[in-house]
């Protein structure tokens, strides 16, 4: 049985707080990705990594960074956590190959009071 | 950038019929795969259906099925007999690289007893 897991499922942070999201997955997947899913603008992709320690941009990624030292594991560091940075945030892996499905994990619910 | 639209915000279904949910799409390759994913409250993003683009003929898998029309850049999710299971959140995906995705906004999807 495939599987992403992600560290939390509800995480309350303070404005200018460092933030540390993990995501692992068991599958030797080469691609991992993480998205931002808000009300009305579905899924959109901040940073994926190909394979390790390579990372590109998405269309979001203004305000986080990732990590990816291992090939199962895909960190989102959000440097100064912002209000406007309160989503949802999943995370999600696939082989490289474009015509895989993509495995998603539960999701973070980010709030940044 | 390619965009993928889904008109739909909310459909419901009566238990047993038959609901039809809309996506279109922009791009100017022609090689490319398209995917509908299923997100339950509260659950892990699940794929429901996949087309490749070079395929004619539309996917099927179960009650679910596509209408993918190549020319008009449409792939429809059509779900026959609908349950209660499959009230959820729908996704349409298009991806052509692992550079190259885009998810639409999606359409939340209630199913009446």
């Known amino acids: 049985d495939v599987k992403v897991t992600q560290s939390s499922r509800y995480l309350v942070k303070r404005t200018g707080e460092k933030v540390f999201l993990e995501c692992v997955q068991d599958?030797?997947?080469?691609?991992m990705f993480w998205y931002r899913q808000d009300p009305g603008l579905g899924l959109r992709l901040i940073y994926f990594?190909?394979?390790?320690?390579?990372?590109e941009k998405g269309d979001i990624p203004e305000g986080y960074s990732v990590s990816r030292e291992k090939k199962e594991r895909f960190s989102l560091i959000l440097e100064s956590a912002s209000t406007n940075q309160t989503s949802m945030y999943l995370c999600?892996?696939?082989?490289?190959?474009?015509?895989?499905?993509?495995?998603f994990g539960p999701g973070t619910r980010l709030t940044v009071l | 950038a390619q965009t993928v639209t889904q008109s739909q915000p909310e459909m419901s279904v009566q238990e047993a019929e038959t609901v039809t949910l809309s996506c279109t799409y922009d791009?100017?390759?022609?090689?490319?795969?398209l995917f509908w994913y299923k997100q339950p409250p509260s659950r892990q993003m699940i794929l429901v259906i996949r087309?490749?683009?070079?395929?004619?003929q539309n996917a099927t898998e179960n009650r679910f099925s596509v209408n993918f029309q190549k020319a008009a850049k449409s792939f429809s999710l059509k779900i026959s007999d609908s349950q209660l299971g499959d009230a959820a959140m729908y996704f349409c995906a298009y991806h052509r690289a692992f550079n190259d995705m885009r998810f639409g906004a999606g359409t939340r999807l209630t199913v009446k007893p």
């Open positions: 599958m030797d997947h080469e691609n």
């Open positions: 999600a892996s696939s082989f490289i190959d474009p015509s895989n499905e993509q495995f």
């Open positions: 990594s190909y394979d390790v320690k390579m990372k």
């Open positions: 791009t100017s390759e022609s090689d490319y795969y």
């Open positions: 087309q490749e683009a070079y395929k004619q």
